[in-house]
């Protein structure tokens, strides 16, 4: 009966981690896409942001880096949201493939991207790692 109970209560918090990571991801690419400087409220001082290879640490540094990208509008389309309990703090390693396509523009990028969430004393959740990564083919 044990081993059966810690099995159920193993599922249901693999079945919350998915939940949270897909509304996250959700959330994350709406406010990019219709409100990027909104993303700042995602982050905390201690986060860290990889883009292309460049990081960036702190609110400031990353709303700075997301703020000067050179394109106004963008459309992300999600392709695969995969998302695992990282055992550090009760946080969720999200991990994001699709592609994103630049108002004017036909053709679209693909791209890939990581999240790791930390939970805050609100009951929400920040981003304390963030890694993202153009796909070239």
């Not at 990889?50 to 990081?55: D, L, N, S, V, Y």
């Not at 805050?120 to 963030?130: E, L, M, R």
Request: proline share 4%; hydrophobic share 35%.
């Amino acid at each position: 009966k044990e081993k059966e109970r810690e099995e159920r209560e193993r599922e249901m918090e693999e079945q919350q981690v998915e939940i949270v990571g897909r509304a996250f991801v959700e959330h994350y690419y709406k406010l990019f896409d219709a409100d990027r400087p909104s993303l700042t409220s995602l982050y905390q001082p201690s986060s860290l942001l990889t883009f292309e290879g460049q990081k960036f640490q702190g609110v400031e540094d990353i709303s700075s880096k997301l703020n000067s990208l050179p394109f106004d509008q963008c459309r992300h389309l999600i392709s695969t949201v995969d998302s695992q309990p990282s055992f550090l703090n009760g946080g969720i390693l999200v991990f994001v493939s699709g592609s994103l396509q630049l108002a004017g523009e036909e053709h679209h990028l693909r791209f890939s991207q990581m999240f790791h969430l930390i939970p805050t004393a609100q009951g929400s959740f920040f981003v304390q790692n963030d890694i993202f990564r153009l796909n070239y083919c």
